[in-house]
């Protein structure tokens, strides 16, 4: 990746992210603010976070075919723009229906992540693709970092209309330089596959489905701790000024580990072993979400520079598989389908982690999240067991797929 390709993705990555995580945790003000009743808010806001990963499981391997098919550089380009527009409408949105209508437009024209992992790995060469994913994951990391800074500060002076309009003039500004700056990625292969074959060939190779799955329960394990982590705070700092202060401090720390650690494990990837580096990566992170149940507040501090420098490895490690057994002229699709099936864990971790904080005390709900994280590295590591012969190096296992289901 030379010239000017790795600043403008990994710039349109940070704007992305950062416009989302702007948008995501205002949204019960939002909503309040719109007329939505007071009891049903906190429906309405899990019903809208999780709607654009659903329409995703779909919607991502779809846009990865017509990305293999015509070309990376357009997909990037149709995901700002896509997520641009639909951030655009929920600044106009009057009703919560109408605003869950805009996350469903999100969902079915954005998919940033996979469009910009899919041309920095169609244009980054072999031993270099580890590498373009951890830097476009630091960019992650930092929009998380400052998104949520900078829209706390601009909501109460802007309002929520202006500040929506902000960001989706933002994106709009990352697509055309996408568009202007970005050149297209090498040729592929003229022959296409089908997204169920695709999706079948990762399903069906060892290594990648364990992987996959290692990737759903470990982002599921980190949604869930979302939901517990703030009232785990409050708890032990005290007071609800305290533990707002914590908590920011908190955020603010992890994704800043988070962000020096990306690149880190993606030069890691390079040179040894996705699977290995996964399970050592979650099996931390285990550890120390675990221990954030039972230690004072003070501690949690160290814990959670060792939870953000390690989660850094997990989402991108799990793209370095799937790329390296998806047959090039798919590997559109097949970045579209990890991402559909790891944005789950986003539904799911949440509902999961709301559940056991009903259910059990803090002491036993962090084990059990770190538990989730541990089964996670198993899971790597039993794909890695069993090694398989990769897609780069198979006769076409695709188009065997697809003659049998003829």
């Not at 969902?107 to 373009?132: H, K, L, N, P, Q």
């Not at 829209?151 to 109460?156: F, I, P």
């Not at 579209?336 to 790891?342: D, R």
């Not at 039993?382 to 090694?387: D, F, L, S, Y």
Request: charged share 10%; with cysteine.
């Amino acid at each position: 990746m030379r010239g000017r390709t790795y600043p403008v993705l990994c710039l349109g990555q940070f704007a992305a992210t950062a416009g989302l995580t702007i948008v995501v945790p205002l949204l019960p003000f939002y909503l309040a603010g719109i007329g939505t009743p007071r009891g049903e808010i906190p429906w309405w806001t899990a019903v809208s976070v999780a709607a654009p990963a659903v329409v995703q499981l779909v919607s991502g391997p779809l846009w990865g075919w017509v990305g293999d098919r015509f070309g990376h550089k357009a997909m990037v380009v149709r995901a700002h723009a896509g997520l641009g527009l639909a951030i655009a409408l929920m600044a106009v949105a009057d009703t919560p229906e109408e605003f869950l209508a805009c996350r469903l437009l999100q969902g079915a024209c954005g998919g940033v992540v996979s469009a910009t992992a899919s041309y920095a790995s169609a244009a980054a060469s072999t031993d270099r693709r580890g590498r373009a994913l951890g830097m476009l994951f630091a960019a992650t990391a930092a929009g998380s970092l400052l998104g949520p800074l900078v829209g706390g500060l601009l909501a109460t002076r802007l309002g929520f209309g202006p500040l929506f309009a902000a960001v989706a003039g933002m994106l709009a500004v990352s697509s055309v330089l996408a568009a202007v700056s970005l050149a297209e990625a090498p040729a592929q292969a003229r022959e296409r596959h089908s997204p169920r074959a695709i999706a079948a060939l990762l399903l069906r190779r060892r290594e990648t489905r364990l992987m996959l799955l290692a990737g759903f329960a470990a982002q599921a394990a980190i949604y869930a701790l979302v939901v517990v982590f703030a009232p785990q705070v409050e708890r032990i700092s005290g007071s609800v000024a305290a533990a707002t202060t914590w908590v920011g401090v908190l955020q603010a720390v992890t994704w800043t580990a988070s962000c020096v650690g990306s690149p880190w494990w993606g030069r890691r990837n390079d040179r040894g072993s996705a699977q290995l580096g996964f399970a050592v990566a979650a099996a931390c992170c285990a550890v120390a979400v675990a221990l954030q149940g039972v230690v004072p507040v003070e501690l949690l501090l160290p814990l959670r520079v060792a939870q953000g420098f390690c989660f850094a490895a997990l989402l991108q490690s799990v793209l370095h598989v799937s790329s390296r057994h998806a047959p090039e002229r798919g590997s559109g699709t097949a970045f579209g389908f990890s991402t559909g099936v790891l944005d789950l864990g986003q539904v799911f971790g949440p509902l999961a982690g709301a559940s056991l904080a009903v259910l059990l005390p803090s002491s036993a709900v962090f084990p059990l999240i770190g538990a989730m994280l541990g089964a996670a590295a198993l899971l790597a590591v039993a794909g890695r067991a069993k090694p398989e012969v990769s897609a780069e190096t198979s006769h076409d296992p695709v188009e065997t797929h697809e003659k049998v289901m003829r």
